[in-house]
């Protein structure tokens, strides 16, 4: 089997339009009947530094999520060659009341 390179997208919206992208590549090795990639250790772009540090500045965790009902990230996984679509994420964010941490939801999104 071949190597397969892939493409990692990552889109940042805040109002529904798109402010910051950012796009990877790996390759991955293919072992055992599956493909492997490592993205490690990207770093965060200026424009989400500086979103986190001021929404860190809000007084208030009602305010924090007022900011962040209108962010979302989406990042798709596609293959370089191919343009298959082969992972598509979007991550909702919310300030988490719970003294247990941080909560998340996982939902799948299938076609008919």
């Known amino acids: 089997m071949e190597n ?6 990552t889109k940042v919206c805040s109002f529904g339009k798109q402010v910051v992208e950012k796009v990877e590549s790996d390759v991955g090795r293919y072992d055992s009947g599956r493909y492997l990639f490592r993205i490690q250790r990207s770093l965060m772009c200026e424009y989400m530094v500086n979103f ?4 860190k ?3 208030e965790k009602a305010m924090m999520n007022s900011v962040l009902e209108n962010f979302t990230i989406l990042q ?3 293959n370089r060659e191919t343009q298959e679509i082969l992972l598509c994420l979007a991550f909702v964010f919310e300030v988490s009341t719970s003294d247990h941490g941080a909560q998340h939801h ?4 299938v076609k008919d």
């Open 57 to 59: 500045d809000l007084p």
């Open 76 to 78: 798709v996984i596609s």
């Open 52 to 55: 986190i540090l001021k929404l």
């Open 106 to 109: 996982v939902y799948r999104l």
């Open 4 to 9: 397969m390179n892939i493409q990692c997208s």
